[in-house]
């Protein structure tokens, strides 16, 4: 037979003897009390929440799989022949472009990268125009484009040809720009002809910090505190307070959570904040990664909680225990798609969930005490709860630890002083050091003064007020610090993480110490990437050059490439200033370098490049070939825009005589 609990909204009173009184102003309706069962079928929902946000993260990147944009024309059509050179390239696509969708384009005329614009969207986000600075010459013209998200991952790419049937026109102070040397210089830096000067967005920083840390404070809150409700207070929703109480974290969560969109929005699209008010902006965080989808899912979520926040005696019905475990533990994951790059990042994620688990109860049950159950004196329900919370606290505060522990050797190993981030970490460290001093001295102080008492008196109620207080008061700081945090990028993230390459061509010389290896990517027609790891020898490396041998016959320019390593380390060249390939087929790496034990000539490795589309090409024979006799032109001493970084760990010295050293000092 159910038992006839009240469990309508109730208020406390302190009187002037110092006691709690409830005051009921409802009627009353049967429920069952909670037992075992009814808390592992919560366990349970708790489970499929996590799975329904997990599914609900993958749909939108299944949804974009099938909806990727593509072109729909090209103008000079692919294969046409011009009487004069095109003053505008214009690529036209079947879908309108996301707001941070980026076009990028190149033009290889003759073997010869041609001056043009930057690439022009217009209003309709359809149409994407390029203008051509200098007239191309008579000859065979090769455009290459393609398509990146915010990410800098390439969405759609592709490549046409044209010809041009005559020479430009002739000009007094123009010089030929024509060549026989065998050779292209990859540019330093990237020249822009364009002199429009982008609107001032302002800063979204600040706003996207404040939103971001709201929201997660609310999360934590509403979840910590309806978990202790349905572990050891299930007398909780009696009081008006707590009902008050949740109302109010919760609303700041839904606040601070449509700041955090809005902010952004505005930091993806390079837009300001009032540009990114409208709710359609939102929608194009699909395509910012999983820290977007995220917030979007973070959103709908925290929303959905209100459900339960505004009646949270539903965390202790059985009929409605697993919504109202479902919908905020979702929310609670997507707190930890905020951090969802760096090495091992399905391993990252499932450990970030039990990590912001672990927190939420640790600093949202404190938070809940604090403000709601020691807020005054009161009867036997107080000390269990507040017994309760001590109990389950502590295995979350080590579950916290040694999570929060995992997480910083996965994204900083031991560079903590050495990044910006490392150095924030250490600051949270603190804090979360003084947080554990205050809430243990707390658990201690429960375990003597509340063993056997039957009622929360005044005395312990001040007491057990200002510890859990000052407790959860370190905890908003060490989520401020967090929220510092997710704006910068640890020592072991990759920045490059977005670029793809073809298998490693490993060189390894034991007359000159060299070991490297050299990953060129995407391997198509077109522009290419370019990573050069350098093992061996630590120092005394000069002349580090790569040259790019096209296939036989097949009248192409030689690429060649000076790598500014002089020691050991890595040396990246992103796509968008990469490697021009401009025709395919079984191209020729030669490596050249000297150490201060000799030197390498020329060492070869051979590769394919497939055309815009990744289908192989045989290159005909009937082509003529370069002219062999030919002056070489002294090459202009710059080198391209690489990223140099050293390796995480210092090479193994082969000899006992070459001492190693760290580059970066």
């Not at 026989?180 to 910090?209: D, M």
């Not at 009867?379 to 630890?401: C, G, N, Q, Y």
């Not at 289908?615 to 140099?644: C, H, M, N, R, Y």
Request: glycine letters at 8%.
């Amino acid at each position: 037979m159910a038992t006839v609990v009240d469990v309508s909204v109730r208020t406390f009173v302190p009187s002037r003897a110092g006691t709690r009184r409830r005051r009921t102003q409802s009627t009353s309706r049967p429920v069952t009390p909670p037992t075992p069962a009814t808390r592992i079928v919560a366990w349970i929902s708790f489970t499929f929440g996590l799975f329904l946000a997990v599914v609900a993260v993958l749909m939108p990147s299944a949804v974009n799989a099938q909806d990727a944009n593509s072109l729909n024309s090209i103008d000079p059509v692919d294969g046409s022949s011009l009487e004069v050179s095109p003053q505008l390239i214009t690529l036209s696509f079947n879908q309108e472009l996301a707001n941070d969708d980026v076009p990028k384009l190149s033009l290889v005329c003759n073997n010869v990268i041609q001056d043009v614009g930057v690439p022009k969207v217009d209003l309709d986000g359809v149409f994407v125009t390029v203008t051509i600075n200098t007239p191309v010459p008579r000859g065979n013209c090769f455009v290459s484009w393609f398509l990146e998200n915010a990410l800098g991952e390439t969405i759609v790419r592709g490549g046409s040809s044209f010809g041009v049937t005559s020479d430009p026109p002739a000009s007094g102070a123009e010089t030929d720009t024509t060549t026989t040397s065998p050779f292209i210089q990859v540019p330093a830096v990237p020249v822009s002809t364009s002199t429009e000067v982008a609107e001032n967005p302002g800063s979204t920083g600040g706003a996207l910090w404040l939103g971001r840390m709201l929201s997660t404070l609310g999360i934590l809150i509403v979840f910590g505190s309806l978990s202790l409700i349905s572990i050891g207070w299930p007398e909780g929703p009696e009081y008006v307070v707590t009902v008050r109480f949740l109302r109010a974290v919760w609303l700041v969560a839904l606040l601070g959570t449509v700041l955090y969109l809005v902010a952004f929005a505005a930091d993806s699209a390079g837009t300001s904040l009032g540009s990114a008010l409208s709710p359609s902006t939102w929608l194009d965080l699909k395509d910012a990664g999983w820290p977007g989808r995220g917030a979007l899912l973070r959103l709908v979520f925290v929303a959905a909680s209100g459900w339960v926040a505004m009646r949270p005696e539903r965390i202790i019905d059985p009929q409605s225990a697993m919504l109202a475990w479902g919908l905020p533990g979702a929310a609670l994951i997507t707190v930890a798609l905020s951090r969802a790059d760096g090495p091992a990042a399905l391993i990252g994620f499932t450990v970030g969930v039990v990590h912001v688990l672990a927190v939420a109860v640790w600093f949202g049950g404190a938070a809940l005490v604090a403000r709601v159950v020691v807020a005054g004196p009161g009867e036997e329900d107080l000390v269990h709860a507040t017994r309760a919370f001590s109990r389950v606290s502590v295995p979350a505060m080590l579950v916290a630890a040694v999570t929060g522990v995992i997480q910083v050797i996965r994204l900083d190993g031991g560079e903590l002083f050495s990044s910006s981030h490392g150095r924030v970490l250490l600051l949270k460290v603190i804090a979360v050091a003084a947080m554990l001093a205050v809430a243990l001295a707390a658990r201690q102080q429960v375990t003597m003064r509340l063993e056997r008492a039957h009622e929360m008196t005044v005395p312990l109620a001040d007491r057990f007020r200002r510890a859990f207080g000052a407790e959860a008061a370190l905890g908003v700081v060490v989520l401020a610090f967090s929220g510092w945090m997710l704006t910068l990028t640890p020592a072991r993230v990759d920045p490059y993480a977005g670029e793809s390459y073809l298998p490693a061509l490993v060189f390894s010389d034991p007359t000159t110490g060299l070991e490297a290896k050299v990953f060129i990517g995407p391997g198509r027609v077109g522009l290419n990437g370019l990573k050069v790891e350098v093992e061996q020898p630590p120092d005394g490396i000069t002349n580090l050059t790569l040259r790019f041998v096209p296939p036989v016959n097949s009248n192409a320019f030689i690429v060649q490439q000076a790598i500014p390593l002089t020691t050991w380390g890595t040396a990246i060249l992103e796509t968008v200033d990469g490697l021009p390939f401009t025709v395919p087929g079984t191209w020729t790496l030669e490596l050249s370098a000297s150490t201060t034990t000799g030197v390498l000539e020329n060492v070869t490795y051979t590769f394919a490049v497939t055309d815009p589309e990744g289908v192989s090409v045989t290159v005909p024979t009937s082509v003529s070939a370069v002219p062999v006799q030919v002056e070489l032109i002294d090459q202009v001493t710059t080198t391209a825009p690489f990223g140099t970084t050293p390796p995480t760990d210092p090479p193994l010295d082969p000899t006992a005589s070459v001492a190693v050293t760290d580059p970066a000092g």
